[in-house]
């Protein structure tokens, strides 16, 4: 394999024998801004509206023991031109995390000129994507002069959420946090000091009380949280957002509104929110119809609304190409000849 150096610009070039390799140091050291990324994600949302990508279900497999799970999701963007496959398998589920095996990874492809464009690890893109979603959600169905938060869960995907939540929702002032992890406390609230240096983090421990106050609620714990919301504990035009765990299914059952990234997609990854009789709410509008315009979110200011955020991989595309551009420009990367 080549190391590809500023130097070496006619490499970067991509061609039908050698693929673009992009390592997680590669990905990590590109500068990206929240906008950037939130643009990128919205743009990927409407394009798929506007019915010219392709999100075809995700492929799982899991053994009967569950101690892994593998997904396999394949789709187009129409706005770049460009198809990929995001691969993602997690090995050890019954181990701490620390004991896990995680690896996930993107393939682009031009599908105008028929070229390879890169290989990357998917790590930091679903790292930035899901919670830039969560934000637009947020945007999109918050009620009007929402001006608190509270986030459930210090994991990769609580991280960002409040920069992010920032970012479409300047106004917010009274930013909470529930978490058990203090390692993951402290990384929540230096994320939010390097974007935000003048807000402060709020850590709360009556989880009740601050679900009260809150006008959006984040749920992004991992399965293993004792937080679980209940939708009596809720404002009545709260939004609620479910991203891994922290809330009940009451809140999605009692709701006014229950929007869906993907409706099919919550009846597979979603079951745990269903009720004594196994079922899911009916979805009321998925989301990337709301972002276009052509489906509504809030319908008056006093509802309570449900969004479940469950990736679609043509955001993984988007904001993954994005990233590929910005590193190629720059000349990172391995060259390997996989195809001689």
């Known amino acids: 394999m080549t190391r590809i150096d500023d130097q070496e610009e006619a490499s970067v070039m991509p061609d039908d024998r050698t693929l673009r390799v992009l390592s997680t140091s590669d990905v990590a050291g590109i ?18 509206a506007d019915g010219r990508s392709d999100n075809p279900r995700k492929l799982t497999v899991k053994p009967e023991d569950g101690h892994s799970v593998a997904y396999a999701m394949l789709g187009r963007d129409g706005e770049r031109g460009v198809v990929a496959i995001k691969t993602s398998y997690k090995h050890g589920l019954h181990e701490d995390r620390d004991k896990q095996h995680y690896y996930t990874t993107l393939t682009l492809y031009d599908d105008e000129t028929g070229l390879p464009v890169a290989m ?33 869960g210090t994991g990769t995907q609580g991280r960002l959420a409040l920069p992010f939540l920032l970012t479409t929702l300047p106004d ?38 601050a679900a ?18 209940e939708a009596e504990w809720l404002k009545p035009s709260a939004l ?32 745990d929110m ?41 955001t993984d595309i988007a904001l993954g190409h994005r990233f590929a551009q910005l590193a190629l420009a720059q000349g990172l990367g391995t060259a390997v000849p996989l195809w001689t």
């Open 120 to 152: 990357l690890d998917c790590g930091r893109i679903g790292a930035l994507r899901t919670p830039a979603v969560s934000a637009l959600l947020a945007r999109e169905l918050a009620a009007p002069g929402s001006r608190s938060a509270l986030v459930i």
């Open 274 to 314: 269903a009720d004594a009789d196994g079922r899911l709410r009916d979805v009321h509008a998925e989301f990337p119809q709301v972002l276009a315009g052509r489906a509504a979110g809030r319908t008056d200011p006093g509802q309570r609304i449900f969004a479940y955020n469950s990736g679609l991989v043509v």
């Open 240 to 271: 609620s957002v479910l991203i891994g765990y922290g809330i009940a299914p009451s809140t999605l059952h009692t709701a006014d509104r229950v929007v869906a990234t993907s409706e099919a997609q919550m009846r597979v990854t979603g079951t």
């Open 31 to 48: 500068d990206i801004t929240l906008t950037d990324v939130v643009s990128v994600v919205e743009q990927a949302y409407r394009t798929l």
């Open 172 to 209: 917010l002032e009274r930013l909470m946090l529930f978490g058990t992890h203090p390692d993951g406390i402290r990384a929540v609230r230096e994320q939010l000091h390097t974007y935000f240096p003048e807000r402060e983090l709020e850590v709360v421990t009556d989880l009740r009380a």
């Open 212 to 229: 009260g106050d809150a006008d959006v609620v984040l749920a992004t714990a991992g399965p293993g949280t004792p937080a679980s919301v």
